[in-house]
T-cell receptor
Framework: AQSVAQPEDQVNVAEGNPLTVKCTYS??????LFWYVQYPNRGLQFLLK??????LVKGSYGFEAEFNKSQTSFHLKKPSALVSDSALYFC???????????????FGKGTKLSVIP | KAGVTQTPRYLIKTRGQQVTLSCSPI?????VSWYQQTPGQGLQFLFE???????NKGNFPGRFSGRQFSNSRSEMNVSTLELGDSALYLC?????????????FGPGTRLTVT
């Protein structure tokens, strides 16, 4: 079965500094990986995905993620953090084909990012 | 294009009652998935519907059920509510795209069981 680990419950970073939110995964076959962000009282918003190709994936709001197959990691990064980036971030991996035309997404438990002014 | 909508946004129920939550997907999306979000367990997959058929199911008891209508709107039902069912229930819709499986989430229904 597939799994996702986000080792940090919370990450604090000063505004203007680079940020990294960590994610490691376990899945059979080629991984399809995603990052989502959740603002208070809102649903999840898609940030970026890795399907194949370049290991550095660029997404919305200046975020990017680096895929590392040997370390089974997919860390989310941003060169310069904004206070408005403060939110809950989820990493997800697409699991095995269910046999009924469906794949299941498995999410990490989330990392709360706080950007300090 | 309107996003995923969920109603109601907030619900308070007592133990033993049942509840029905509704989700309207983005126009043209045929797949609807449901997730339960709690602080301790994070996001857990409940089930997915496509063209009125349940295609995938997570590891939840039979008290949790759902359905999808011909217009792709979906409902989920929880019977005999327990305190542990208190959670944010999220609905997500997607095009049937086996290559990307990008999902769009609604704002959720916050269920409190007392």
């Amino acid at each position: 079965a597939q799994s996702v680990a986000q080792p940090e419950d919370q990450v604090n970073v000063a505004e203007g500094n680079p940020l990294t939110v960590k994610c490691t995964y376990s899945v059979s076959g080629n991984p399809y990986l995603f990052w989502y962000v959740q603002y208070p009282n809102r649903g999840l918003q898609f940030l970026l995905k890795y399907i194949t190709g370049d290991n550095l994936v660029k997404g919305s709001y200046g975020f990017e993620a680096e895929f590392n197959k040997s370390q089974t990691s997919f860390h989310l990064k941003k060169p310069s953090a904004l206070v408005s980036d403060s939110a809950l971030y989820f990493c997800a991996v697409r699991g095995l084909y269910s046999g009924a035309g469906s794949y299941q997404l498995t999410f990490g438990k989330g990392t709360k990012l706080s950007v300090i002014p | 294009k309107a996003g995923v909508t969920q109603t109601p946004r907030y619900l308070i129920k007592t133990r033993g009652q049942q509840v029905t939550l509704s989700c309207s997907p983005i126009s043209g999306h045929r797949s609807v998935s449901w997730y339960q979000q709690t602080p301790g367990q994070g996001l857990q997959f409940l089930f997915e519907y496509f063209s009125e058929t349940q295609r995938n199911k997570g590891n939840f008891p039979g008290r949790f059920s759902g359905r999808q209508f011909s217009n792709s709107r979906s409902e989920m039902n929880v019977s005999t509510l327990e305190l542990g069912d208190s959670a944010l229930y999220l609905c997500a819709s997607s095009l049937w795209d086996r290559e990307t499986y990008e999902q769009y989430f609604g704002p959720g229904t916050r269920l409190t069981v007392t």
